[in-house]
């Protein structure tokens, strides 16, 4: 308490309210965003994958004062369509192959603003909505062969699905009470095993967990980019006997540079073995098993502890939204219950369940409600046929792969088993040196002529024009367009 007097009570002043003050009115506009929505959607090939933005905007988006009088909601729309729309990232467009990144459906977004419509609390609570959720995590297991009754929970990404799956490994293996002591006791040294082409998550994981970065293990890859599955074990060995506790064996399906997949297989029964965590980062590639084509490229997946994988990559949803799954509900509870007495269950009312809340299986107690885009995904189009774009994307990867090889102009840098091709402009006779820099500037051409955006890496000390395809819109013709205009750049560049 301080000794502050109180402020006076103000008497009541009229104040604008946060509802719409006319009700027909907001309607109109309301119908109109929804209408220009659906054109902005319908009409994407017609526009630039990207386009930078003008000085106008960026200086009207970063230098405006704080509002602190309103100017109502048709002006809020109208900047938002003309400083905001025309300019994001652009993975929407049929021809954005950066990073990975889903494509999102008009459906999805309707159900986006349905969920906010209801505005629920997916922390819990007697309501449907945690119903759905629960529906969602049922079909994410069976979808990825997990048992009918094990743990899960939607979350916002494959980075904090890969963070939970790591914290409950953590908390099963340690070989002491995590959650009681943390890791200041006296205690040896917990360690984590992965490829080094693992993603930049299990870093940036092993340091907010406390088991910093010295913990996870880079265990080499073969020529295939796929785990020395060999060398974890004898990592692991050599551990043991120095002293320290190996407590998790973590493996890829699609890794991100190359598409790769490891030998889930092998990192089961090695898991198994040494009695280890088996946790899998399955962000894009675990949604291969989606159809019968592709399914057994992550075979072994199944026998994961623990497996992340994004809905917002390879399941075509928008932002943002993820899953992990655990083989036992009771993982996911042993990490992160917490008890409260104002969220203690009652006989009655909203706290009266079976005793089942989100908030007592991840972190966040207020959670949205992103179960219902899926949801309604999953029952309008069906799973079949996300998985069946899937398939015809790792298709299309296959075939531009096989342009890329065909062409005299053009080199495949690493093999493509999935949905990523790592490319470059190569013409017989060039000097080795300058290959990187054509190759970086033939890639920035590509986006900022609104071409088609893909984006870039280094595989084996090579600069590679990477390719990932996670796009329900890609047609075969788009990537022919894209050979041709690597190779027109590259002609065009290199004569300079
Ligand atoms: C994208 C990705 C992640 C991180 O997922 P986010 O949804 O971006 O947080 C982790 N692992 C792999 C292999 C990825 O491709």
Same mark, same amino acid.
């Given at each position: ?11 009541n ?23 220009? +929505? ?5 009409? &994407? ?25 309103? *100017? ?10 003309? *400083? ?37 609390n ?20 069976e ?13 916002s ?37 992965? +490829? ?5 998550w ?5 340091e907010? *967990? ?44 699609? #890794?991100?540079?190359?598409?790769? #997949? ?28 989606? +159809? ?66 989100f ?8 959670r +949205? ?13 069906? #799973? ?15 075939? *531009? ?10 080199e ?57 395809? #996670? ?5 075969d ?5 894209? &050979? ?13």
């Amino acid at each position: 308490m301080t000794d502050r007097p109180a402020a006076p009570i103000a008497p009541n002043a009229p104040i604008a309210p946060l509802d719409p003050a006319d009700w027909e009115e907001y309607r109109r506009l309301a119908h109109r965003m929804v209408d220009e +929505s659906l054109d902005y959607l319908r009409d &994407v090939r017609a526009r630039p994958v990207w386009q930078p933005m003008p000085g106008r905007v960026r200086t009207a988006l970063t230098g405006e004062p704080l509002p602190r009088t309103g *100017l109502g909601d048709e002006a809020a729309y109208a900047d938002f369509v003309d *400083l905001v729309r025309p300019y994001p990232n652009g993975n929407i467009h049929p021809r954005f192959w950066g990073w990975v990144m889903g494509t999102g459906t008009p459906q999805a977004a309707m159900a986006d603003f349905l969920s906010s419509v209801v505005n629920p609390n997916c922390g819990g609570l007697e309501q449907a909505p945690v119903l759905v959720e629960r529906q969602v995590v049922k079909w994410c297991a069976e979808l990825m062969g997990f048992p009918a009754d094990a743990g899960g929970i939607l979350v916002s990404g494959g980075t904090m699905a890969n963070v939970f799956g790591l914290a409950v490994a953590r908390q099963q293996r340690a070989g002491f009470d995590v959650r009681a002591e943390g890791l200041q006791g006296k205690h040896p040294m917990l360690l984590v095993y992965a +490829s080094t082409e693992m993603h930049g998550w299990l870093k940036k994981a092993c340091e907010l *967990l406390g088991l910093g970065n010295a913990a996870f293990r880079r265990v080499p890859v073969k020529d295939d980019f796929s785990v020395d599955v060999g060398a974890m074990a004898a990592m692991i060995r050599a551990d043991r006997e120095a002293g320290h506790r190996p407590i998790c064996v973590m493996g890829t399906a699609g #890794t991100v540079q190359t598409g790769a #997949t490891d030998d889930l297989v092998a990192l089961a029964d090695l898991a198994q073995r040494e009695k280890l965590w088996y946790h899998i980062d399955g962000a894009f590639g675990a949604m291969a098993r989606l +159809s019968p084509e592709t399914a057994g490229q992550v075979r072994g997946m199944e026998r994961a502890d623990s497996l992340a994988f994004d809905l917002h990559k390879w399941g075509y949803l928008p932002f943002d939204v993820a899953c992990v799954l655990t083989r036992r509900d009771a993982d996911l509870v042993e990490t992160f219950s917490m008890q409260a007495a104002y969220l203690a269950s009652e006989s009655r009312g909203l706290l009266a369940k079976e005793g089942f809340n989100f908030f007592d299986r991840g972190i966040e107690l207020t959670r +949205s409600f992103k179960a219902l885009k899926v949801w309604m995904m999953f029952r309008a189009a069906g #799973t079949d046929a996300i998985g069946a774009h899937i398939a015809r994307n790792v298709r299309q990867a296959r075939r *531009l792969a096989s342009l890329v090889e065909a062409h005299p102009e053009l080199e495949l840098l690493a093999p493509a088993p999935l949905n990523i091709v790592n490319l470059r402009y190569a013409p017989k006779g060039a000097a080795p040196d300058v290959l990187d820099a054509l190759n970086r500037e033939i890639l920035a051409r590509l986006q900022e002529d609104g071409i088609a955006a893909p984006s870039g890496t280094v595989v084996r000390e090579r600069f590679a024009i990477r390719i990932a395809v #996670t796009n329900h819109r890609s047609e075969d013709a788009d990537f022919d367009a894209l &050979v041709a205009a690597v190779v027109r750049l590259g002609g065009t560049i290199a004569a300079r």
